[in-house]
Nanobody, 118 residues
Framework: QVQLVESGGGLVQPGGSLRLSCVAR????????MSWYRQAPGKERELVAA????????WYGDSVQGRFTISKDNPKNTVYLQMNSLKPEDTAVYYC???????????WGQGTQVTVSS
């Protein structure tokens, strides 16, 4: 059974930082593209950042480019999202996503709330 378990969300002031973690269980980590998405109230879910576990390629949404960094720890089956210079518009539920490059299977975490407010 595949599980994606996120942690690290919370309340932070504008300009602050947070690091999200996602531990992937029950899958072969190296066969996946791992991504972070977010969804704010009343808005569609949007891609924030993505990385190929078996390689070095990364992608970022325009709104987070230069502020957020996605990274991974393959032995720990974990992907991180370091978020710096946070803005109120970054407030959303952040979801971890695993997409199988061979199987096209897709899995989602339960989401973690990030709130940026003074």
């Amino acid at each position: 059974q595949v599980q994606l378990v996120e942690s690290g969300g919370g309340l932070v002031q504008p300009g602050g930082s947070l690091r999200l973690s996602c531990v992937a269980r029950g899958l072969t980590f190296s066969n996946y593209r791992m991504s972070w998405y977010r969804q704010a109230p009343g808005k569609e879910r949007e891609l924030v950042a993505a990385t190929i576990v078996a390689g070095s390629a990364t992608w970022y949404g325009d709104s987070v480019q230069g502020r957020f960094t996605i990274s991974k720890d393959n032995p720990k089956n974990t992907v991180y999202l370091q978020m710096n210079s946070l803005k109120p518009e970054d407030t959303a539920v952040y979801y971890c996503n695993a997409y199988g490059l061979r199987t096209q299977s897709q899995y989602w975490g339960q989401g973690t709330q990030v709130t940026v407010s003074s």
